[in-house]
């Protein structure tokens, strides 16, 4: 955000008292810029007369432009209280209580100084920067376009009118304003960096950089737009460019936090985890609170191996500010392994990813050994698969009313309840089986087998953006061969793919017909492989013990595939086939489908 615009005005008007002479000296030298001979004559002048305005007015001024703010704020504070109705005053000792990080009572001068001057375009101006930093974003919008509509070339508060639009998610409007403040004042080097943070959020990734490289050519030292800079060229696929970017920011100022952790993220990029780890841990040596990246480091300690360093950070999650976590508040107690649950009923509840509930809820098995009654709690969508699940007393879709319970724990936290390190991890499986009449259905529904039958699914949601686990329908299509039947379990296909898997007579496509997950299970019970990419189908082939074949992108977002392995700790069963370079889905589907040709005996 902007700095507040320099103090307004001097003062002027020096009644005729017992000491005018000295306050007109005191001014007159201000306005030479002497400041050390104004304060003293003005000092002379309190010696006498301690409520004297002018006086008081001038030293608070010279005070807050020498840096000496806790003085300005303490002498403007007197100036208006011995004489209330000057507004410059009540403004100038608003800036000065901002500065001091006071934005409430900054706000108060502000509001003062509109009233008693109502087209005072620099309070409402400042008035704004105070109510967003108390996080009123509407209000510091009001009040920007307040100061806008009194002066429209005001270029700063186009500029921060678009942070407060930021804050409110009106991303396409921020763009607006700050594309206004540029063509009032085209040097503005800020301008352009929350341009670019704007196009952005909008996606549009290559304007942003080329935005951040204009504000670095304006000001060659700004930092913020050589972090802004890196973190898009890492959502452009540049990692090795946005780690050059970062490290200049470092350089600029090496204790910004940011920078390191987004050097982070570019090393994490470059498949040097190591060199990430390290990263992450500079950025929370600086910023002991940084929740994303104790969130990345978590991340990387469990690629690595690293369990009991990687649950503990795990936890960080909660305090993410851009995720929707699914946190549940509780009047019970939260259990993590250390209160005896003898003859106690504890609450598993389940967070965000059908992936994840799928795979940590084989530990109710282990909690219910403690002697608890366990309720588990779950997303609507796999009640049908889990209702039975080994261990559980009872189980209930998300937001139905809870029965009653002495602890809860979130699914995700069972590792560290219980410490699971690489030696120990509960691999008992199947632990989720399929309906005995539902398999019988769709095996009536698919009729007879002649061949190999092969599931096949290629993509996850099509609500998650810049989506590296998933590939094309166009990609999975060189696995066809004549020798297997293949059949489609995608549940949600693009738009864009629709008339190609509608032209594939060798595909098909019963994804659609899937009415929730306990119909998933009963159709991958008929299949004698699975192939998928990184997707909830893919932990319930690997809860069923059923042969699953999975594609894993170059950077393993997730983490529970680890590093280099082929096998899955979590899935006995389960095969990992990585891409060798990023985007390189040619390479895997080659090595899958001869995996597939020396697996069924088939024809090349």
């Not at 955000?1 to 007109?24: F, N």
């Not at 009106?170 to 063509?183: C, F, G, T």
């Not at 030696?423 to 199947?430: T, V």
């Not at 009536?444 to 810049?466: C, D, E, F, I, Q």
């Amino acid at each position: 955000m902007l700095p507040v615009r320099p103090l307004a005005g001097t003062p002027g008007g020096a009644t005729a008292l017992t000491v005018p002479q000295a306050v007109q000296h005191a001014l007159a030298a201000y306005q030479r810029g002497e400041m050390a001979e104004a304060e003293r004559l003005c000092r002379r002048v309190l010696e006498v007369k301690a409520d004297y305005f002018d006086a008081l007015y001038l030293s608070g001024i010279i005070a807050a432009q020498t840096g000496r703010t806790q003085e300005a704020a303490r002498l403007l504070s007197r100036a208006v209280t011995v004489n209330p109705g000057i507004a410059d005053a009540h403004y100038n000792r608003g800036v000065a209580l901002g500065e001091l990080g006071r934005p409430a009572d900054a706000l108060e001068s502000y509001e003062r100084a509109i009233a008693l001057k109502p087209d005072h375009a620099d309070a409402y101006y400042n008035r704004g920067v105070a109510l967003d930093e108390l996080d009123r974003p509407e209000q510091a919008l009001e009040s920007y376009d307040r100061t806008i509509a009194l002066r429209p070339e005001y270029a700063e508060a186009h500029n921060n009118r678009g942070l407060a639009l930021r804050r409110l998610q009106r991303h396409v409007d921020a763009l607006a304003s700050y594309e206004q403040a540029i063509a009032l004042q085209p040097g503005y080097a800020r301008a352009y960096n929350n341009r670019g943070v704007a196009l952005s959020e909008l996606d549009r990734l290559a304007e942003a950089l080329e935005s951040y490289d204009r504000a670095i050519a304006l000001k060659p030292d700004y930092v913020e737009a050589y972090n802004n800079r890196g973190i898009a060229l890492g959502e452009l696929d540049r990692p090795a460019e946005a780690l050059e970017s970062c490290e200049r920011a470092i350089a600029l100022r090496s204790d910004y936090a940011d920078a390191f952790y987004n050097r982070g993220n570019a090393f994490r990029e470059l498949h040097r985890y190591r060199e990430a780890v390290d990263s992450y841990e500079r950025a929370l040596a600086l910023k002991p609170d940084y929740a994303s990246a104790h969130w990345n480091l978590a991340d990387c300690y469990l690629l690595l191996g690293d369990f009991s360093r990687g649950w503990q950070e795990y936890e960080w999650r909660w305090k993410l500010e851009q995720r929707d976590s699914g946190r549940r508040e509780f009047r019970q107690p939260l259990w993590l392994g250390r209160e005896t649950l003898q003859g106690r009923t504890i609450l598993l509840h389940s967070e965000l990813g059908l992936g994840d509930t799928l795979l940590f809820c084989r530990y109710a098995k282990k909690v219910a050994a403690l002697g608890a009654k366990v309720v588990l709690e779950i997303q609507p969508a796999l009640l049908p698969l889990l209702a039975d699940l080994e261990g559980v007393t009872q189980a209930v879709p998300r937001g139905a009313p809870l029965p009653v319970f002495d602890y809860h724990c979130p699914l995700m936290s069972l590792p560290l309840a219980f410490k699971t390190d690489l030696s120990n991890i509960p691999a008992d499986i199947p632990y989720i089986r399929s309906d005995v009449e539902r398999v019988a259905a769709w095996q009536a529904k698919l009729g007879r087998k002649n061949k190999p039958r092969v599931g096949v699914v290629w993509s996850g949601s099509t609500a998650l953006r810049n989506d590296k686990r998933s590939m094309t329908l166009r990609d999975m299509l060189p696995l066809l061969r004549e020798w297997a039947e293949w059949i489609s379990l995608q549940k949600e296909v693009r738009e864009s793919e629709t008339a190609l898997l509608a032209s594939r007579a060798d595909l098909r496509h019963v994804g659609a017909e899937l009415k929730d997950f306990g119909d998933t299970a009963a159709l991958v019970e008929l299949m004698d492989v699975l192939v998928t990419v990184d997707t909830s189908v893919a932990h319930v082939a690997g809860a069923m013990g059923k042969p699953v074949w999975i594609f894993v992108p170059f950077n393993p977002h997730d983490w529970r595939w680890m590093l280099d392995r082929e096998d899955s700790m979590w899935y006995p069963t389960a095969r990992l086939f990585r891409q060798p370079e990023n985007g390189d889905w040619a390479s895997v589907v080659g090595r899958v489908n001869e995996e597939l040709v020396r697996h069924f005996g088939a024809p090349r």
